[in-house]
DNA sequence: TAGTATGCGGACCCATGGTCCGTTTGCAAC
DNA sequence: GTTGCAAACGGACCATGGGTCCGCATACTA
């Protein structure tokens, strides 16, 4: 994330080799066995340079998060339809969650990591308020009568990491897109 | 919670001290700054102690959500319909989402620690797990076609800690339970 | 090549969950 | 009462992990 123009090629390199680092631990070991003294540790940085680049755990797994979520964004901000701003509020909805089906398939333990970071109100997270924003304004131009916020956090919902690993882990590999579709198409028809 | 017959005098008396500094602690301040060396401290009592009743934290928070939950278990189990048994499933279900909306509003604080405590596979937690099996049940019953295991999670992430607070810090103290009564409608009727 | 801002790293701090064991105490048998 | 002991107590202790700090190193700039 934020190539940051005027950063040194150091501190470029560092950033690089710590986002590597904590995506090769997230998935070698759980989600919960990430301590950011062992990213350090396999990045070959010093712990300090892990704060100084993100901040805090929750920075670092936001920032692996959106790094992952930025194609998506892009293709919902300015994309070609299903998933751009052409498309009709139902089907660019279904594509959306479609995508996010597959991001979080992909992505299960980092999914889990970033929601303990976030465990506190995880609605401040960026990159879940921008989904949340896109989702809500879907629905509620599909269903004005709805409470679309409500009904935004409860689609999001589907992505929980625990219930993601649910979905994915019974062989049925298209089992979470096919049930997370079922339910957006009937909360927006009936 | 489990009252264990053979239980000594001061051990009992101990129980009930610590899962009430609990809950003190918990409407005093956030669900985040509750660490056991408080609860025992105002409890009075050592920590071992706290740890010997309950094994661990997230003991400690399961046994007071059991504890709050106590009756409507019941009711659920055994008690008149809409909530007992002998009910039509999807009366049932509504009327136990209403019930859970009021639990759940009136212990947010609970509802959040016991979430953070049993942040890694809350599916393992009994209370939810019970939860879940009637809910899921109730769908099944009702629409055999969908997939009630992921619906039940859906219906049931409706009471996460985060939402239940914004759903509810609005001032419309309804809102909740009516969001949730209208997806539960939709979801079954649709 | 020298000067400086930027970055580095790991020792350090502290909060917190969890353990251990010497001491105390409730309870029951006599 | 007295006594014996299983059960319970409590708080010192440990390990872990997030976050801070500051003296030292180094990439860039003029």
Redesign the pocket.
């Known amino acids: 994330m934020t190539p ?1 123009t ?10 690089r080799a710590i986002l590597a680092a904590a995506e090769r631990l997230l998935a070698e070991h759980g989600a ?10 396999v ?11 993100f ?6 797994f936001h920032a692996l998060l959106a790094e992952r979520a930025t194609r998506l964004r892009e293709a919902i901000e300015s994309g070609p339809p299903p998933l751009g701003p052409s498309a009709p509020p139902r089907e660019r909805l279904l594509a959306f969650l479609d995508e996010l089906s597959g991001l979080a398939a992909r992505n299960i333990a980092l999914i889990a990591a970033h929601e303990r ?1 976030c465990a506190d109100d995880k609605y401040a997270d960026p990159t879940y308020r921008r989904w949340h924003d896109h989702v809500r304004a879907l629905i509620a131009e599909a269903r004005p009568d709805a409470d679309a916020h409500f009904l935004g956090h409860i689609l999001l919902a589907s992505f929980d990491g625990d219930l993601v690993r649910y979905m994915t882990a019974q062989g049925d590999a298209n089992r979470l897109s096919r049930s997370i579709r079922a339910l957006a198409t009937t909360l927006l028809n009936s």
Chains 1, 2 share one sequence.
């Not at 901040?55 to 670092?60: D, F, I, K, N």
């Open positions: 940051a005027g950063e040194r090629a150091d501190a470029a390199r560092n950033r919960q066995h990430v301590s950011l003294d062992r990213v350090a540790a990045a070959g940085v010093g712990k300090g340079t892990v704060f100084r680049r901040g805090s755990r929750t920075g670092l970071a």
